[in-house]
């Protein structure tokens, strides 16, 4: 081979060798494959916003759980204040949380949340309200109906007790012959009209005696009985009727129906009556008016004067 072919094809060869050192030539075996896009990051405000959400759920659960909390009335009613506070606090979060762009099913769901606790809440307390008025009206006007009906009883028993000074000289003037046994038919005319027979003393058997006594009598005062009575004579009334026989006596001890019934027995004594409930007695009456029973008609009303031996 020549000498200058030989150089020739070396030169060639050293430009090929220079060429790829300097200019590699990259071979792909396909199309280039496209690079998946990176998520947005979330901004930080937003984290925040859906705690406020979670916090609106969170105090509408808690408002309604310290407002029915079982308690008595007057701390009931700071838990539903309570629970009210904290539910409008909630309400408070979850529109803060949404003007931040928190998710809008948590905000929404602590909005509806605390709002609606917040509505069930106010409601009962203003119901507790009007209730527990309610109640206090209704034992204030009880209470007072009830001292009226025990102020209206106790004038009527003071002016029975104002007869006890009389009682005593009544019953120390008193005569047996000025009492008189009646008949069926004038006992019937003086129950009808006491008032007309003030001046006649009667003598008539009585049973069934009752007790018309009460703490509220005075010490010293007079005790009213009511009884049934028949005439002394034998005959008998239509129906039997019930009188009201005032005695001295005491809301404790009443000389009409306890004591001892003996011979020379104070005057007034019928003791012992109780153990024989039922058996007729004959005693003095002096008729006195009538005296108004609650509930009740009135009953004649009479005087005691004393037991026929």
Same mark, same amino acid.
């Given at each position: 081979m020549p000498e200058g072919a030989d150089q020739g094809e070396k030169s060639d060869m050293g430009d090929a060798t %220079?060429? +790829? *050192?300097?200019?590699?030539? *990259?071979?792909?075996?396909?199309? /280039?494959?496209?690079?998946?896009? +990176?998520?947005?990051a979330a901004p930080r405000g937003s984290r925040g916003a859906l705690w406020l959400g979670i916090i609106a759920i969170v105090a509408g659960v808690a408002g309604l759980t @310290?407002?029915?909390?079982?308690? /008595?009335?007057?701390?009931?009613m700071a838990f539903v204040i309570g629970g009210i506070v904290?539910? @409008?606090?909630?309400?408070?979060?979850?529109?803060? #949380?949404?003007? $931040? %762009?928190? /998710? $809008?099913?948590?905000?929404? *769901?602590? &909005?509806?949340?605390? #709002?609606?606790v917040a509505v069930i809440t106010t409601a009962f307390l203003v119901l507790s309200v009007i209730a527990e008025y309610q109640i206090e009206a209704m034992v204030q006007r009880n209470?007072?109906?009830?001292?009226? %009906?025990?102020?209206?009883?106790q004038a009527e028993e003071t002016a029975i007790f104002e007869q006890s000074e009389w009682l005593s000289d009544a019953?120390?003037?008193?005569? $047996?012959?000025?009492?008189?046994?009646?008949?069926?038919?004038t006992l019937e005319e003086i129950l009808a009209a006491p008032d007309a027979y003030a001046e006649q003393g009667i003598v008539v058997d009585v049973s069934q005696?009752?007790? !018309?006594?009460?703490?509220?009598? #005075?010490?010293?005062? &007079?005790?009213?009985?009511?009884?049934?009575i028949a005439p002394a004579d034998g005959s008998e009334l239509e129906r039997m009727p019930r009188i009201g026989i005032v005695d001295r006596g005491?809301?404790?001890?009443?000389?009409?129906?306890?004591?001892?019934?003996?011979?020379?027995?104070?005057?007034?004594? @019928?003791?012992?009556? !109780?153990?024989?409930?039922?058996?007729?007695?004959?005693?003095?009456l002096? /008729? *006195?008016g009538t005296v108004p029973m609650q509930d009740q008609d009135e009953l004649p009303l009479f005087t005691l004067m004393g037991v026929v031996e």
């Open positions: %220079r060429g +790829s *050192t300097q200019h590699p030539v *990259t071979t792909h075996s396909g199309p /280039p494959a496209a690079s998946a896009p +990176s998520p947005p @310290i407002a029915f909390l079982p308690a /008595p009335f007057e701390l009931r904290v539910a @409008i606090a909630g309400v408070v979060a979850a529109i803060i #949380a949404l003007r $931040k %762009r928190a /998710p $809008k099913g948590v905000a929404l *769901t602590g &909005l509806i949340l605390s #709002a609606v209470a007072e109906e009830q001292q009226s %009906r025990l102020a209206q009883e019953r120390a003037e008193a005569v $047996k012959s000025d009492f008189a046994a009646v008949d069926a038919a005696i009752l007790p !018309l006594t009460s703490d509220s009598m #005075a010490a010293e005062g &007079l005790c009213l009985t009511e009884a049934t005491t809301a404790e001890h009443c000389e009409f129906i306890d004591g001892p019934f003996e011979a020379g027995a104070d005057t007034g004594d @019928i003791g012992g009556f !109780l153990e024989n409930f039922g058996e007729r007695t004959r005693v003095w002096a /008729p *006195t």
